[in-house]
């Protein structure tokens, strides 16, 4: 059975999101959300890592990011995935909850149910990337591996 997931709100996977309210600390800092960390390092190394940082919502980091009028690092597309996994395994290091749901999710495929990123998500074709659900599946087996 695949698991599907796209809003914070939603029960149970809701968790899945980046948008989902579980901080952690990474680089020296608190990021409220994994959405803020991952929007954040476009950014590194100039002062709009910490504006998008304090950012109220996960909504706001994510329009901050996307932002074009901000100078987005050279190598982003290309360190972009590793950002990914680095903010996804932590969020899932530092509460024990989510691990625990992740981990039971067993060896089934987990999909980022969105009809409008074909990169992150399914896409509008549903054969999008999907590669934040491809993600949460080796943080899954990192995890796992860990335990034993």
């Not at 695949?2 to 608190?30: K, R």
């Not at 409220?32 to 390092?41: D, K, L, M, R, V």
């Not at 990192?142 to 335990?147: A, G, M």
């Amino acid at each position: 059975m695949t698991i599907y997931f796209y809003g914070a709100d939603e029960v149970p996977y809701g968790c899945f999101s980046n948008f989902s309210d579980h901080g952690f600390d990474l680089d020296g800092s608190w990021w409220p959300t994994s959405e803020h960390y991952f929007q954040a390092q476009k950014f590194a190394g100039t002062r709009h890592v910490d504006l998008v940082r304090r950012a109220r919502t996960p909504l706001r980091a994510a329009e901050l990011g996307r932002d074009g009028s901000r100078p987005l690092r050279r190598d982003w597309e290309r360190v972009k995935d590793d950002v990914m996994r680095r903010a996804v395994g932590a969020k899932f290091r530092a509460h024990a909850d989510l691990r625990e749901l992740l981990l039971s999710t067993g060896d089934e495929e987990i999909v980022e149910d969105t009809t409008t990123d074909h990169y992150w998500g399914r896409g509008r074709t549903g054969n999008g990337k999907n590669m934040l659900g491809k993600i949460l599946m080796r943080t899954r087996s990192r995890l796992r591996d860990e335990v034993r």
